[in-house]
Every structure is written in structure tokens, then in C-alpha cells.
Nanobody, 122 residues
Framework: EVQLVESGGGLVQAGGSLRLSCAFS????????IGWFRQAPGKEREGVSC????????YLLDSLKGRFTMSSDNAKNTVYLQMNSLKPEDTAVYYC???????????????WGQGTQVTVSS
């Protein structure tokens, strides 16, 4: 059974940092790309980042470059999203997802975690 479990969300002041974690099980790291999505209140879900070990491709939303970084720990079957210089507009539920073929077009969600809330206060 595929499972993805996010953690690390919370309330932070603008300018602060958070690191989200996504621990996955039920598949190997090179079976699927793994990515992050976020959905802010009243907005559509958007793809944030992606890592694919099968073809080495990565993706990060242009508007987040310089502030967000995605990384992985293959030994722990965990991916991370380091978020720095957070802004109130980063407030959203952040989801970890796996699926698709490569990250060239962004993350693809076939399997989803339950999401973790990130709230950035001004």
C-alpha cells in the first residue's frame, strides 16, 4: 500500500522558515517522482516542486526559486521542502504526492498525503 505522510507544518511569522517532511512507503524512490503541491484558501492547487530519481529531473515553481528548496534522503524514504523567507501568501495546505513520469512538467499526483497546514502571519 502506497502511503505518504507529511509533517512539519505550523504557524510562523513572515520572514521565518519551516521544513516540511514527507515520509513515504509502499514503493521505491525510483518508482515514481515525488513532489509537493499547495492549495491556498479559495485558490486552485498548484505544483510546487518535484524530484525524480529515475531520470534525474527536478522542478521548482519559478516564483519560489531562491526561497524554497526540495531535497531527499533516500535511506529514510523521505523528501523535504525547505521554505525560507516565508510570506503570508505562502499560507496553504501543502501536500506531498507521488506519480507520473519525470518532473519536467511539474509534479503529478497519483498518490497523495493528507496535507499539512502552513500559516504565515504578517
Amino acid at each position: 500500500e502506497v502511503q505518504l505522510v507529511e509533517s512539519g507544518g505550523g504557524l510562523v511569522q513572515a520572514g521565518g522558515s519551516l521544513r516540511l517532511s514527507c515520509a513515504f512507503s509502499g514503493f521505491r524512490f525510483d518508482d515514481y517522482p515525488i513532489g509537493w503541491f499547495r492549495q491556498a484558501p479559495g485558490k486552485e492547487r498548484e505544483g510546487v516542486s518535484c524530484i525524480s530519481t529515475s531520470d534525474g529531473s527536478t522542478y521548482l515553481l519559478d516564483s519560489l526559486k531562491g526561497r524554497f528548496t526540495m531535497s531527499s534522503d533516500n535511506a529514510k524514504n523521505t523528501v523535504y521542502l525547505q521554505m525560507n523567507s516565508l510570506k503570508p501568501e505562502d499560507t496553504a495546505v501543502y501536500y506531498c504526492a507521488a506519480g507520473g513520469y519525470g518532473c519536467a512538467g511539474g509534479p503529478y499526483g497519483e498518490y497523495w498525503g493528507q496535507g499539512t497546514q502552513v500559516t504565515v502571519s504578517s
